[in-house]
């Protein structure tokens, strides 16, 4: 079988779950919003309430919750979270999977080159990740339509989600590099899941302290964050530029070391 399908349909069970919590994530929250509108209580007043450290992590900012794409920001926050872990766990099992299951030596038997097993794990990979963000775009449009049907909230939705794209390409590149350069199987999702922590943390304690805002460019959740996008209504084009040359540097990075490197049999 093409090494890509196989690899899509080994993943096809790990992408129902992880698509289930998206669409449990999108339910849940907006539902959420459904109930509070209706009580006729300021929703950017009552959120105004709570202390600076919640509003932080909730990624609030300047959002305008009195309108559903604007609370819908804050579900975002959530969403491109459980889209990140996603796709950094299976950038670092696309390889580490290999020598788990003990098949890495009957995959080198196959007349592929060591470039040519990486490439179908990558294209593997952003299909994964591309199903999760438009079965998230879809569930979310259909949920959003509920609430609001003006075109605008589509435009915004749209940008959201392309930003999110992005954000999960640097995780999913990060995350087979640290596949590629660790030796130790059984910790690579343990590392992989430490430095996507440690970056969504640094961006809450960047959202805590204007002093630590120069380091916005060290985590990728500063780089698309729903405050900026529905204000501006685009996408930075340095954070583009950098989320591009990050995602050829970490597989550039990968494809080089993968070439010679041992694998566990």
């Known amino acids: ?148 049907s003006e075109a605008s909230s589509l435009t915004s939705l749209m940008l959201l989600m392309t930003g999110m794209f992005f954000v999960q390409l640097i995780f999913a590149s990060l995350g087979i590099f640290i596949a590629t350069i660790n030796k130790s199987v059984k910790k690579t999702s343990a590392i992989a899941t430490a430095a996507l922590l440690i970056t969504y943390l640094l961006s809450i304690a960047i959202n805590l302290s204007k002093p630590l805002e120069n380091l916005q460019y060290l985590t990728p959740f500063k780089y698309f964050e729903a405050k900026t996008i529905l204000v501006d209504q685009s996408l930075d084009p340095l954070f583009l530029m950098l989320t591009l040359c990050i995602v050829v540097l970490f597989t550039s990075f990968s494809y080089g070391i993968f070439k010679n490197r041992d694998l566990q049999i």
């Open 1 to 148: 079988m093409n090494l890509y399908l196989k690899e899509l349909k080994s993943s096809r069970k790990s992408l129902f779950f992880w698509s289930l919590g998206m669409v449990f994530m999108i339910v849940a929250g907006m539902s959420k919003y459904g109930s509070l509108a209706t009580t006729g209580q300021s929703l950017n007043e009552l959120m105004n309430t709570m202390p600076q450290s919640i509003q932080a992590i909730m990624g609030i900012g300047t959002l305008d919750l009195s309108t559903p794409i604007g609370y819908f920001g804050v579900v975002f926050s959530n969403l491109i979270l459980i889209a990140s872990i996603h796709a950094i766990l299976m950038g670092a099992n696309m390889i580490a999977k290999e020598e788990t299951d003990k098949t890495a030596e009957f995959l080198l038997t196959k007349p592929l080159s060591r470039a040519q097993i990486l490439s179908a794990k990558l294209c593997a990979t952003v299909t994964s990740i591309l199903l999760l963000n438009i079965i998230t775009s879809v569930v979310s449009m259909i949920i959003l339509s509920a609430y609001y």
